[in-house]
């Protein structure tokens, strides 16, 4: 039997266990393509604003993303041989990306903060090597998805290797299967650029963020990890996405290789039995839960929350086992200095982030992408403190959340979280105000950039989004099913201080509407989304002090 004959056959069998088809793809794969050389390069002069505009044609719409969902994950079940099948038609086997040194990390909840954390670690503890990482979504740019040594890259370079992609995709259009796409999908499309930048730059190591589940997603196509992670399986996303933590926890358990160390943090037990079977169905060499570490709860983190903590304890361990099996350094000590000055530093636009607006002088925002019952919960810990979004002085805040969720997520659930968390936080800091009124305007609105319905006031947009329903965004159905759930919740809050806006623009001019009528300081909460964070970043002008 051929290779090729042997990859298709076994590509095509979906009744074969998912990872004992990876392995097979794996082994199979480098036989199958006549690789290019990804080192010839005829440099583009296309813009990056021609690459945003080819990345968003690749975008899927909210009718495509629902039928993935309503498929069960069947069609999920092709995203691995898929994704090898792009990852050859450029130049590359999967071989070559064991040489990016990659820390894979996944989970429900803390997945980008841990990211953040051990980029940060790795950074200080190995000064002048290139750390390179990778994460999604992006909040303004689509190349803040892409860093090297903590910077997104620039404009040229996310444009220079978007074209050489795409180039490479169209010349080599030669697929396994017809139902195949000549290109792949938005997410599938930024990690092979993030791939080929990553191995063009030739990092020293690769932070690699999940973008979704583990075992199916598009970043699972590295046979030999250094070190996985797998953040909190947060149990809100049960009821959400209609599985058992049973189910999340497998797929999470995924991103498990054969002979590699995987670590995690406390889990459900129901969550951990599964993890537990999946390290050892999947022979990793070590699996343990991140070990307490004495101190680092005294530690200012560079990202604001005490839910942070979790994150940083993870990151450390994994930063500990990268740096152990790479005998860069074998530390003795509980926390190195290097890995004090990591944490401390480490920054990650729009969770639990504090910004003075640079040009409203009365205006502070507080941006936080929280995006679930439990996240919203930590949002509402961290706002709802002296230091934040209470006043140590007897005068008092003028307080406005601007909100919005993902449709079909539970609104109602999410206010009743948030109404239950400050009025909770509000005792602990003997505060004799009501979780009713402790908001004076709320605002929901629409993800759309700016009032004229683009996303940023031109066809090619960072912030473009498909993924919106025609008809929930036309009659603006999310937010009024937001306001509603909000009046019933709290019947005594005036009608006049609850909008319901169709853009993020409308909302900004709201808020100034407001700073204009008080004496006060204003303090803004923006959560729900870091769709919504990185369009008020973009229309309300903060990108200086923000990003």
């Avoid at 691995?80 to 990390?105: A, F, K, Q």
Wanted: hydrophobic residues 40%; aromatic residues 8%.
């Amino acid at each position: 039997m051929s290779p090729k004959t042997s990859l298709t056959l076994r590509a095509n069998n979906l009744e074969m266990r998912p990872t004992a088809l990876l392995s097979s793809l794996l082994r199979a794969f480098s036989q199958k393509y006549t690789f290019l050389n990804p080192k010839s390069r005829k440099m583009s002069t296309r813009s990056y604003k021609e690459a945003v505009e080819h990345l968003n044609s690749l975008q899927s719409n909210a009718a495509a993303l629902e039928a993935v969902r309503s498929s069960g994950g069947r069609l999920s079940e092709f995203a691995i041989p898929e994704m090898l099948e792009y990852l050859g038609r450029i130049g590359y086997s999967p071989n070559d990306l064991n040489t990016l040194n990659v820390i894979h990390i996944t989970g429900t909840k803390g997945k980008g903060s841990t990211s953040a954390f051990t980029d940060s670690i790795l950074r200080h503890a190995l000064p002048g090597m290139k750390i390179g990482l990778y994460t999604s979504p992006h909040l303004v740019a689509v190349r803040e998805r892409i860093r090297i040594n903590g910077a997104p890259i620039t404009e040229e370079q996310f444009a220079t290797y978007f074209f050489e992609v795409w180039d490479r995709l169209v010349i080599n259009d030669m697929r396994r299967s017809p139902s195949t796409s000549v290109m792949p999908g938005y997410f599938r499309f930024v990690t092979l650029v993030a791939f080929h930048a990553f191995l063009d730059l030739k990092v020293d190591a690769t932070i690699l963020e999940v973008g979704v589940g583990g075992t199916y997603d598009s970043t699972n196509i590295v046979p030999k990890p250094v070190v996985t992670g797998i953040t909190a399986l947060g149990i809100d996303h049960v009821a959400v996405l209609g599985k058992t933590i049973q189910d999340i926890a497998w797929q999470k358990g995924g991103i498990f290789k054969d002979s590699v160390p995987a670590i995690t943090v406390d889990q459900p037990p129901e969550g951990m039995k599964v993890l537990e079977d999946r390290a050892k169905e999947l022979k990793v060499s070590e699996f343990c839960v991140a070990p307490f570490i004495p101190g680092l709860s005294d530690i200012q983190l560079g990202l604001a929350g005490i839910h942070q903590i979790q994150n940083a304890g993870l990151a450390v361990a994994l930063a500990r086992s990268f740096l152990k099996s790479r005998t860069f350094v074998n530390e003795v000590e509980p926390l190195p200095e290097s890995f004090v000055a990591g944490l401390q530093e480490t920054k990650w636009p729009g969770r639990c982030q504090t910004v003075v607006d640079p040009k409203r002088r009365k205006t502070t925002w507080y941006l936080d992408g929280a995006h679930t019952v439990e996240s919203l919960e930590c949002c509402m810990q961290w706002f709802v403190d002296p230091d934040v979004g209470l006043e140590r002085s007897r005068s008092r805040p003028m307080r406005v959340l601007v909100f919005n969720c993902t449709s079909g997520r539970s609104g109602p659930a999410f206010l009743s979280s948030v109404f239950s968390k400050i009025a909770a936080q509000l005792k602990i800091h003997d505060q004799a105000e009501d979780a009713e009124s402790f908001f004076d305007h709320v605002i929901f609105c629409a993800n759309v950039t700016y009032a004229d319905g683009h996303f940023k006031g031109a066809k090619a947009s960072d912030l473009t989004t498909l993924a919106i329903p025609t008809d929930d965004l036309a009659e603006l159905k999310t937010q009024r099913q937001l306001a509603s759930a909000w009046s019933t919740s709290v019947p005594s809050f005036p009608s006049t201080k609850i909008h319901v806006l169709p853009s993020i623009e409308h909302a900004v001019n709201e808020i100034e509407k407001i700073e204009s009528g008080s004496e006060e300081p204003v303090k803004i909460l923006v959560a729900g989304s870091l769709h919504l964070v990185g369009g008020v970043i973009e229309v309300a002008g903060l990108s200086s002090v923000a990003l």
